[in-house]
């Protein structure tokens, strides 16, 4: 069974169809990329599958559970995570502790538990510190624990992004264009690591613009242009099809 | 309800409408060109009044009221220039604390000039007992001047924004300030002059209202919300639902009074009103949620 | 609680001893009276504080909530019941023997029938967090401007409810407030024999509230919070539920207005329509301002320091501009407050150069 089933999707931003009736699925276990050039509505695709926008129409189901119409933290909780296009660090806030922020879901403390400082909300503080360190060691990127998350370099928020967004062990996590504004080795770097994630069981859904990234990692690649589905398949035959290559010579 | 009370509560219900729907037109202008909410609009409604009051001692009427304009005109320009003009893209919070605290201190200073009197400007005809039959109704001569001062500001206020060139320049600027910018028009001089438009039509809707409600020194913070509560009634940045929208809320105060509202309550009319359609529709009563996002003078 | 967090605390408890003890050496006690009521000022502040500088919420309605707590507190404590009593009204009867009323004799000597204080706090409080809840979940849903807005039609709604209701006095507010006695031989009242004990008990209330909050924002609550105020979609993308965790931290907010209002009600004596204006609001908002926004200790200081000072009179007749004027310099020159201005300008110098 498909992890996630996006069918017949529809968004409409006042007389712009940004997404138009695109479906597709997405395996257990499988990295797809949705490609398309600018404006095709691929981050628009992100945020509907996310719920932080309402679609017009069409059902997403993830594991087999219809989520639209959920609200963006509950989809989060149900195990979907992303990373955003231009990377939203918590401002004022060390690397580690956005990541901290990652593992809302996994930890429980309320607003009583955190006034009173009881032993239990301790003992998890304590838990969350340890895992989030963790993984900024899965993402090789420990040295910048407490250096405030937005005064990084681009490559390294990146990271931090990613180790954020696995906190919350996500079975499927939403890429949005990972390698953006990166030179050619940060962006071999992120590919590693994608397929890093990967390996870990996560299934990846990536928006990408760099080709040879995308034809490189992904099993599957989706096609977009002005909100619709024009293909779909595998890295080979999207590089052999006809009406791709249009769009892409077409620019 | 007898015709001739009808009417009578339709007329109060405009004459209060059209004053809010000034107020509302005075936010409007300066958000369409600033993205900023002025939270002392209603106080250059209260300096117009005063102002003309004090100019009217040594000079008359009609000149002590255009005095009072410029000099209103004159302070929205230099509360621009002083405090909002070098900011770079201020927060949307620090522009409201500012101009809170702006609205804080010319309260202040009018109440340390004026002292917390009630004054009013003298009926600009007729007297106060004066009154002119209208479909049943006997209305102050004054009603009438309120009526046709604020239509004509309305009228003239589209023109300008259609036919001159220094109007269609502010539209610009309100519809993309960047590209407007880079046809060469100053975008910063376009903030200042709305500034100066919002405090003229502020300031002579106090001279035209002084002589039925009077002036006071801290009536700005109560029409302000009113002002507010119109101009998303008929959704920011929509100047002519907004003058739709003061008249509803007008009249719907007029006839809360009639059917026994407590007057004590009456703002709390206005309030409620503003809450609720902040909670349902937002983007306003006539707009819809994709014009809301079109800006229109 | 970390050892800096503590030994900090432990610095702002010798502080309060060492003001009262200065007071008794210079013979200044009578100072004491405006501290306290600083004192509880300060409670409300730090609770806004949580709000606008944790959560990013701009409220210009805290006046209404410490009014809501203050007035309802006021009204029950004060209304006498002995007249139902007497002619014959079961239910008050039913009260009076569940002991949740008490006798006293007012000042004219007539002997009155009202609510025990503690009751009375306890339904003003809950009443208050009750409201913000009603109110929040609406009002929290809005953004900028909207919010601002909102929450200033709300404590004006209040002012007019105070100012044209009979069982709150009117424009006179409510007067001969009895006191509030917490524990036996803790009573919170003016009365000038108390008022080293009252000190105390206002600096014990601002100071575990103050803890409370030092707490919170330290915990995943807190960091849940900062996310939120940061970037609100990315908080929502991590699992946050930002709308309840808004909600949660303006009704507490309120509570903290709510204790403040109903304990500075009994230590006054009184409360009157003033304490729910809108000058009040704003003037609640611009001492959070000047502590920096998100700074409890930056609101805290400036709080007590300007709240004394314009008891005090310093500012005469200028109270409320020299409030507008401080805000309007604060926002224009050091949004981050004063106690980070010399931070800011270092780093708009360090991005100015990047
Ligand atoms: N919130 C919005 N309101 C109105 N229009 C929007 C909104 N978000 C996106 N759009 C429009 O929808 C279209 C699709 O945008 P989207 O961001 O999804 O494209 P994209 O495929 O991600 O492009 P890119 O490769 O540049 O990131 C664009 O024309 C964009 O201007
Ligand atoms: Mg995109």
Known sequence: MALLKVDNLHKHFGGLHAVNGVSFEVQKGTIKAVIGPNGAGKTTLFNLICGALPADSGTVAFAGRPILGMKPYQIAAAGISRTFQNIKMFPGMTALENVMVGLHTKSQAGFWAGMLHLPASRREEKKIRTRAYELLELLEITQFADIEARSLAFGQQRAVEFARALASDPPLLLLDEPAAGLNIYETAEVARLICKIQQQGITVLLVEHDMSLVMDISDEIVVLSFGQHIAEGTPREIQHNQEVIQIYLGE | MTLELFSQYIFAGITYGIIYAIVAIGFNIIYNTTGIINFAQGEFVMLGGMTAISFNHYLPLPLAIICAVLVTMLIGALIEIAFIRWLESPSVLRMIIITIGLSIIIREMALHVWGDSVRALPYFSGNVVSSITIMGASISPQVLWVLAVCSLMVILLSLFFKFTSLGKEMQACAANRLAATLCGINAKNMVTFSFMLSAALGAVAGCVVSPITSSQ?????????????????????????????????????????????????????????????????????FGNKEAARLKEF | MTTKKLSALALLVAFMVGVQLTTHVTGTSYYLTQLTMTIYSCLLIIGLCLVMGYAGQISLGHAGFFAIGGYISAALTTFNFRPALEGGSSWVELLNTTGLFTSRTSMFGEPLLSVQPWIACLLAVSLTALIALLIGIPVLKLKGHYLAMATLGFGIIIFRIVLAMEIFGEADGISDVPGFTLLPGLTVNGNLDNRVVNYYIAAAFLISGFALLLNLIDSRVGRALRAIHGAEDAADAMGIDTARYKLYTFVLSAVFAAVAGVLLTHYSGGISPSDAGVMKSVRYVAIVAIGGMASLWGALTMGGLLNFLSLRGLFGSYDDAVFGAILIIIMLFAPEGVLRLKLWCKLKGHKEEG
Do not use: C, W
């Not at chain 2, 029409?223 to 007008?250: C, D, E, P, R, Y």
């Open chain 2, 217 to 285: 020194y801290d009536m700005g913070t109560g029409l302000a919300i009113k002002g507010f509560t119109v101009a998303v009634l008929g959704g920011l940045g929509n100047s002519m639902a907004a003058v739709a929208a003061g008249l509803l809320l007008g009249i719907i105060e007029a006839f809360s009074i009639a059917v026994g509202f407590p007057l004590a309550f009456q703002d709390a009319i206005a309030i409620s009103l503003l809450l609720l359609i902040l909670f349902v529709r937002p983007h306003g009563l």
